[in-house]
């Protein structure tokens, strides 16, 4: 799970980000997500709003889940 945060940190700049679904809205409005593949059987979506404050963007990740778990609302 570690090297997952890791991944998150150094790279969530760089993955494709997609609009998330309005079922995961619980969990934050106009929320993005992205996926990040650990092995050939599970990938994570991270799910994360961006604020901007002055010239810099906080990326604040507000839920992650892997597809075992939230594929069919993708």
């Known amino acids: ?15 494709q980000q997609k609009p998330a679904p309005a079922y995961f809205n619980r969990y934050g409005k106009n929320m993005s997500y992205a996926v990040f593949s650990r092995n050939k059987r599970t990938s994570w979506y991270v799910f994360f709003t961006v604020h901007k404050i002055g010239n810099e963007k906080i990326y604040f990740v507000r839920y992650i889940a892997n597809n075992h778990t939230v594929v069919q609302y993708l």
């Open 1 to 15: 799970m570690i090297e997952l945060i890791e991944d998150i940190e150094n790279n969530l700049l760089k993955v």
